[in-house]
T-cell receptor, first 111, second 111 residues
Framework: EAQVTQNPRYLITVTGKKLTVTCSQNMNHEYMSWYRQDPGLGLRQIYYSMNVEVTDKGDVPEGYKVSRKEKRNFPLILESPSPNQTSLYFC??????????FGPGTRLLVL | KQEVTQIPAALSVPEGENLVLNCSFT??????LQWFRQDPGKGLTSLLL?????REQTSGRLNASLDKSSGRSTLYIAASQPGDSATYLCAVFTGGFKTIFGAGTRLFVKA
């Protein structure tokens, strides 16, 4: 089954404690992306990757890092989380001229 | 800078009614446009993808149109059902590989 998986699904952490949210897709897609969704602000793109070792900033990259060492994986790293990064995070992938497929989301609370 | 607007922000209709959701974008240089559905607390489900060279796409009771020159897309839902109640999001994929989402239309279909 074609899918995008994210882990963890729920995470509570404290300010400054480094964390990683993993994302994996099994569709051999080159393009992957991370979004955050906040009430009243909608979905905003954090980072995207067009292929292995090729990443670029979206609209809200501050405070986040990404890496793309393998085609299937695109982890999101918060080196020093802050309360304003409390949000619902989505990972997505898309193939050439295809739809974007979204993961189930990761709900993050930073205290 | 590309901006995507969805009107109305919320809509309540009786079951059986046909309805139209609107999406407008400021820069016509898009690669494609995609409509999604999001249920409360859940991820995004792709409904329809329209390539920039296409005028419309249909899937079941759904029909999406695209007018690139005027920066508009519409999602037509025929014979609405209570199960159609959800938030509907449109997103444009730009030539620069970014994805910009609208804020969504929250639809409620009354039985």
């Amino acid at each position: 089954e074609a899918q995008v998986t994210q882990n963890p699904r729920y995470l509570i952490t404290v300010t400054g404690k480094k964390l990683t949210v993993t994302c994996s897709q099994n569709m051999n897609h080159e393009y992957m992306s991370w979004y955050r969704q906040d009430p009243g602000l909608g979905l905003r793109q954090i980072y995207y990757s067009m292929n292995v070792e090729v990443t670029d900033k979206g609209d809200v990259p501050e405070g986040y890092k990404v890496s793309r060492k393998e085609k299937r994986n695109f982890p999101l790293i918060l080196e020093s989380p802050s309360p304003n990064q409390t949000s619902l995070y989505f990972c997505a992938s898309r193939g050439p001229q295809e739809t974007q497929y979204f993961g189930p989301g990761t709900r993050l609370l930073v205290l | 800078k590309q901006e995507v607007t969805q009107i109305p922000a919320a809509l309540s209709v009786p079951e059986g009614e046909n309805l139209v959701l609107n999406c407008s974008f400021t820069d016509s240089a898009i690669y494609n446009l995609q409509w999604f559905r999001q249920d409360p607390g859940k991820g995004l489900t792709s409904l329809l993808l329209i390539q920039s060279s296409q005028r419309e796409q249909t899937s079941g009771r759904l029909n999406a149109s695209l007018d690139k020159s005027s920066g508009r897309s519409t999602l037509y839902i025929a014979a609405s059902q209570p199960g159609d109640s959800a938030t509907y999001l449109c997103a444009v994929f730009t030539g620069g590989f970014k994805t910009i989402f609208g804020a969504g239309t929250r639809l409620f279909v009354k039985a």
